[in-house]
């Protein structure tokens, strides 16, 4: 028997990922601006990953209520069926300790699903986007909260509108920590005070849940860091995983009850 085949889709403020996959195995994927103006060219990529791929549903996390609505019509076109959307069942898909559950983002409690299936608990989560998010897990697979700062391109984009001098600058790994012109400084500063950011916030996280906890770095701008030995694992696809995982503890059956997502 074959196993099922699922499209399935983050989208974020920035980027919107894509991935076919059949079982657990992710066998497609791609990305796109987490735009309307990108709308036709998803719809493409979806109509050929139907043909290539026959995927028979698709399950959807979302930032964007008005692009999420737009992907759900174009993906029900190709499926019949609609899509399960991710947003709807988030405060059931784990114990939420914080003071209003249904306020933390959809992206950030798939994330978490996806960290204690794969990597166990307990757990920090490092995701790397338009901000950079950590999310706390403890031992027993429950979301105690986390931070939230300004992301990369937030802060290059700041240095760079804030500050009449400043050159244009781009996240990438500097030669040197000690630049020896302006714009190497913004670069130098932008790429080790992230790290030390991500180094800072995880210490001081693991001296409250445990300094055990694996911390699993993801997100569209973290592949940079994957060999900087801030991360215990890097997933750039967790959040797909995760949306995977839910699906399928789901059955396809929005009505049923959600079983516990550890083993």
């Given at each position: 028997m074959n196993a099922l085949k699922i499209l399935a889709v983050d989208i974020g403020n920035s980027c919107t990922n894509l991935g076919?996959?059949?079982?657990?195995?992710?066998?497609?994927?791609?990305?796109?601006p987490s735009s309307p103006e990108y709308a036709e060219k998803v719809r493409q990529r979806v109509e050929t990953w139907r043909k290539e791929h026959p995927f028979e549903h698709a399950v959807i996390s979302s930032v964007a209520p008005a692009l999420s609505d737009l992907l759900a019509t174009i993906i029900e076109e190709f499926t019949e069926k609609k899509p399960i959307m991710a947003e709807a069942r988030k405060t059931e898909l784990l114990p939420l300790l914080v003071d209003r559950p249904e306020t933390v983002g959809v992206d950030r409690i798939v994330n978490c699903c996806a960290a204690i299936h794969y990597y166990g608990a307990p757990a920090i989560v490092v995701s790397l986007g338009t901000a950079t998010t950590f999310e706390a897990i403890s031992g027993r697979g429950e979301y105690l909260g986390g931070a939230i700062a300004p992301g990369v391109k937030i802060s290059l984009e700041a240095l760079t509108q804030r500050t009449a001098l400043l050159p244009p600058a781009i996240w990438k790994k500097p030669k040197q920590i000690i630049a020896k012109n302006?714009?190497?400084?913004?670069?130098?500063?932008?790429?080790?005070?992230?790290?030390?950011?991500?180094?800072?916030?995880?210490?001081?996280?693991?001296?409250?849940?445990?300094?055990?906890?694996?911390?699993?770095?993801?997100?569209?701008?973290?592949?940079?860091?994957a060999e900087e030995n801030v991360f215990d694992y890097y997933d750039p696809f967790l959040t797909l995983r995760g949306l995977e995982l839910i699906h399928r503890r789901l059955c396809g059956q929005e009505s049923t009850a959600i079983p516990p997502l550890q083993e």
């Amino acid at each position: 028997m074959n196993a099922l085949k699922i499209l399935a889709v983050d989208i974020g403020n920035s980027c919107t990922n894509l991935g076919v996959f059949e079982g657990s195995a992710l066998i497609a994927s791609d990305f796109f601006p987490s735009s309307p103006e990108y709308a036709e060219k998803v719809r493409q990529r979806v109509e050929t990953w139907r043909k290539e791929h026959p995927f028979e549903h698709a399950v959807i996390s979302s930032v964007a209520p008005a692009l999420s609505d737009l992907l759900a019509t174009i993906i029900e076109e190709f499926t019949e069926k609609k899509p399960i959307m991710a947003e709807a069942r988030k405060t059931e898909l784990l114990p939420l300790l914080v003071d209003r559950p249904e306020t933390v983002g959809v992206d950030r409690i798939v994330n978490c699903c996806a960290a204690i299936h794969y990597y166990g608990a307990p757990a920090i989560v490092v995701s790397l986007g338009t901000a950079t998010t950590f999310e706390a897990i403890s031992g027993r697979g429950e979301y105690l909260g986390g931070a939230i700062a300004p992301g990369v391109k937030i802060s290059l984009e700041a240095l760079t509108q804030r500050t009449a001098l400043l050159p244009p600058a781009i996240w990438k790994k500097p030669k040197q920590i000690i630049a020896k012109n302006t714009l190497g400084h913004m670069e130098s500063g932008i790429y080790y005070g992230t790290i030390s950011l991500i180094e800072g916030m995880t210490k001081r996280l693991k001296a409250v849940i445990g300094e055990k906890a694996a911390v699993i770095g993801t997100g569209g701008i973290s592949a940079l860091l994957a060999e900087e030995n801030v991360f215990d694992y890097y997933d750039p696809f967790l959040t797909l995983r995760g949306l995977e995982l839910i699906h399928r503890r789901l059955c396809g059956q929005e009505s049923t009850a959600i079983p516990p997502l550890q083993e």
